[in-house]
């Protein structure tokens, strides 16, 4: 078939089913050459030490090792930096089932958690049990407030809060990520406050470039030379705290490596 009976079929199929061309428009080709055309960036962000962070060693807990949860070295990433900023407001966008504010919640004092209504899933085809298995693990706990909102359209300022951590792991679209990164940029406390960015990775070593396209969209221009990657995690991370970076090459030996325990709890 011709390049020219090609397109045609491809404009045919887009015609007849729309959603089409969200898929072509999120393509990491696509995203990662409007990256390096807009922002003059072709490698990704500069990655920074997890060990800034995390001296010695973090308990993450709970952890389910289920479809969709953050990596471990995410949740410690996290749990850190509340250790070591003090945090005290913590705010996240993107609920699941509740791991991440499970696991931050012991170390501040307000946890805030916004996700989709359940009436939303459910207009949106999203099966019962998906959405009955949001806030599993955050449910019930005293710090935490569950707000049911789309983040498009959430009025924050209703919060009435500035934040020291903002964790924004919700809709993976770029133009999404840019409105969340917007709005979270808006809300930091002073110069101590973090925004991390999950799913900034496909691996711990790859960039995710829709979702950096969505980073660098929202993020305000003279705070881009502090966006970082952060080593052995899917995140980036907004940190005005100055640290030493490089961007990482491929096939490198690793710089060091973690000790795992488990200790099964079982909830039955």
Request: glycine share 4%; charged share 20%; aromatic share 10%.
């Amino acid at each position: 078939m011709s390049n020219f009976f090609k397109a045609l079929k491809a404009v045919g199929l887009i015609l007849r089913k729309p959603y089409l061309l969200n898929l072509i428009c999120d393509d990491e080709t696509v995203k990662q050459n409007y990256i390096e055309k807009k922002y003059h960036m072709s490698a990704g962000l500069p990655t920074i030490d997890i060990s800034n962070f995390i001296n010695s060693h973090e308990e993450v807990t709970p952890y389910s090792f289920l479809e969709g949860s953050s990596l471990p070295t995410d949740l410690a990433l996290l749990r850190a930096i509340c250790r070591k900023n003090n945090v005290v407001n913590y705010l996240e966008i993107g609920t699941w089932r509740g791991e991440s504010a499970a696991n931050v919640s012991p170390l501040v004092k307000n946890c805030f958690t916004i996700n989709l209504p359940d009436e939303e899933m459910l207009h949106l085809g999203m099966d019962d049990s998906y959405i009955e298995m949001h806030r599993f693990f955050s449910k019930g706990l005293p710090n935490v407030t569950h707000i049911q909102a789309n983040s498009m359209t959430f009025d924050f300022s209703s919060l009435n809060k500035k934040f020291d951590l903002i964790f924004i792991d919700g809709d993976h679209h770029t133009e999404v990520i840019a409105s969340d990164t917007k709005n979270a940029f808006k809300l930091l406390k002073d110069n101590n406050s973090v925004i991390v960015w999950h799913d900034y990775g496909l691996t711990t070593e790859t960039p995710r470039f829709n979702v950096l396209a969505g980073i660098l969209d929202g993020c305000p221009a003279e705070y881009r030379d502090n966006l970082y990657h952060v080593s052995n995690t899917l995140c980036a991370i907004f940190t005005k705290e100055s640290l030493v970076s490089k961007y990482r090459k491929s096939n490198t030996n690793p710089s060091k490596y973690f000790n795992v325990l488990l200790n099964v709890k079982d909830l039955h």
